[in-house]
Nanobody, 120 residues
Framework: QVQLVESGGALVQPGGSLRLSCAAS????????MAWHRQTPGKQRELVAT???????NYADSVKGRFTISRDNAKNTVYLQMNSLKFEDTAVYYC??????????????WGQGTQVTVSS
């Protein structure tokens, strides 16, 4: 089993920044690929960013150049640095993990989510 606990969500103005954190436990964190998803009411969950156990990262086009995913294996934590936030970034953000199959992460485990609201 894997437990994922997100934190860092908040209300922020457009153009502002936030850093989300996700503390993981239950498996060898350094071996796990990790990801952040987000969901807005009425929409499907969107894959925002992934990071492999070799620190290779990938981003949704909607966040490229603004968001950065990173990990600290010593702290079993993955981060999502979000800069230049836009209204459309408002969502519940989920930390996720699962097996890496081929060229993608198959999401198996989800955290409880943390709310990010971008509003003036």
């Amino acid at each position: 089993q894997v437990q994922l606990v997100e934190s860092g969500g908040a209300l922020v103005q457009p153009g502002g920044s936030l850093r989300l954190s996700c503390a993981a436990s239950g498996r060898a964190f350094s071996l796990q690929a990790m990801a952040w998803h987000r969901q807005t009411p009425g929409k499907q969950r969107e894959l925002v960013a992934t990071i492999t156990n070799g620190d290779i990262t990938n981003y949704a086009d909607s966040v490229k150049g603004r968001f950065t995913i990173s990990r600290d294996n010593a702290k079993n934590t993955v981060y999502l640095q979000m800069n230049s936030l836009k209204f459309e970034d408002t969502a519940v953000y989920y930390c996720t993990t699962g097996p890496w199959v081929g060229t993608r992460l198959v999401t198996v485990y989800w955290g409880q989510g943390t709310q990010v609201t971008v509003s003036s």
